[in-house]
């Protein structure tokens, strides 16, 4: 039966990881580009792997659907926080929305470091994303990151639990 309380320990502790981890990613985007379902994959595991640890390494049971999207949510706007505080630290100035203003706007491109050292056939595009198409490889990013901190917390939990009950039944 799925535990009736949201954990609250583990939901502190991953707002505080995604909020560090969000900045420092955002901070090493800013100079180095990213790659592409990188950031969203690293965030979205690392986060929810570090909170469990954190919590004394055992994560409790699936609290039911709705508590763990509504802790996903959670996770990820302050992920997405500390991406907009690392981007604007790294700046000269602290300007972090004019800056995704500008990309959005097609007046300023972001390296897209990950697609750039893929292959010479994507070089022509691959050096810069602006506007729609920035959006679409932030949109699978941010997809990518949803989904692991959604499901994580409880996956860890649930391999752990599987692997004492095969132990039980040798």
Not at 65 to 94: E, H, R, T, Y
Request: hydrophobic share 55%; charged share 10%; aromatic share 14%.
């Amino acid at each position: 039966m799925p535990n009736p309380k949201l954990p609250a320990g583990l939901l502190v502790k991953g707002l505080a990881l995604s909020l560090i981890l969000g900045a420092l990613l955002g901070y090493l985007r800013y100079w180095l580009g990213f790659f592409v379902l990188a950031q969203g994959a690293c965030l979205g595991l690392l986060t929810p792997w570090l909170s469990v640890k954190l919590s004394g390494g055992k994560s409790p049971e699936h609290p039911g659907f709705q508590k763990a999207l509504s802790m996903a949510m959670l996770w990820f706007l302050a992920c997405n926080l500390g991406l907009m505080i690392g981007f604007g630290l790294a700046q000269p100035w602290f300007d972090p929305v004019g800056w995704l203003g500008r990309i959005w706007e097609d007046r300023t491109a972001e390296f897209v470091f990950g697609v750039a050292s893929t292959a010479g056939m994507s070089r022509g595009w691959a050096m810069g994303a602006q506007g729609g198409f920035w959006l679409v490889l932030n949109l699978i990013d941010w997809a990518i990151m949803f989904f692991f901190l959604w499901i994580m917390p409880w996956s860890i939990h649930g391999s752990a639990s599987s692997g004492k009950k095969a132990q039980a039944a040798q």
